[in-house]
């Protein structure tokens, strides 16, 4: 079954709505109508050369031709998060990235839930003021 572009919005809308409940202390990231993307809101050195990178990668959604797409980086991290949203790891291809085909699929009481144990691990790591 393909994705309508009905179902699209809803997805994209319902996760959209759920990391703008993490601003602040994250930071939205300018993108592209069928992007959204967070950061971490302190400058950090990031990659092999400690580059200063201004904040650290969160979250973001982006809406492709079969499917929603959730990329969470914190999930790389540890495998404590599978326990805080069950239903939404099934749709984990990867390691950071949940692909959404229906809107059914996305479970906002979990994905707030995760969503909040990412920022807390983020501000533990040390990429958060």
Not at 70 to 79: A, Q
Not at 83 to 92: D, I, Q, R, Y
Not at 108 to 128: C, F, N, R, S
Request: glycine share 6%; net charge positive.
């Amino acid at each position: 079954m393909s994705l309508t572009v009905e179902n699209q919005k809803i997805i994209f809308n319902k996760l959209k709505k759920s990391l703008k409940k993490c601003i602040p202390p994250m930071v939205h990231k300018k993108g592209s109508a069928n992007t959204f993307e967070l950061i971490g809101n302190k400058p950090v050195p990031y990659g092999y050369k400690k580059e200063i990178v201004p904040g650290m990668f969160f979250a973001s959604i982006v809406a492709r031709k079969n499917s929603v797409v959730f990329y969470f980086f914190p999930c790389y991290m540890s495998s404590a998060f599978k326990g805080t949203a069950p239903s939404l790891f099934k749709c984990l291809k990867g390691k950071t990235c949940f692909h959404f085909t229906s809107p059914e699929q996305v479970n906002e009481k979990e994905l707030d839930a995760l969503l909040k144990q990412g920022v807390t691990a983020w501000k533990k790591a040390g990429y958060m003021k």
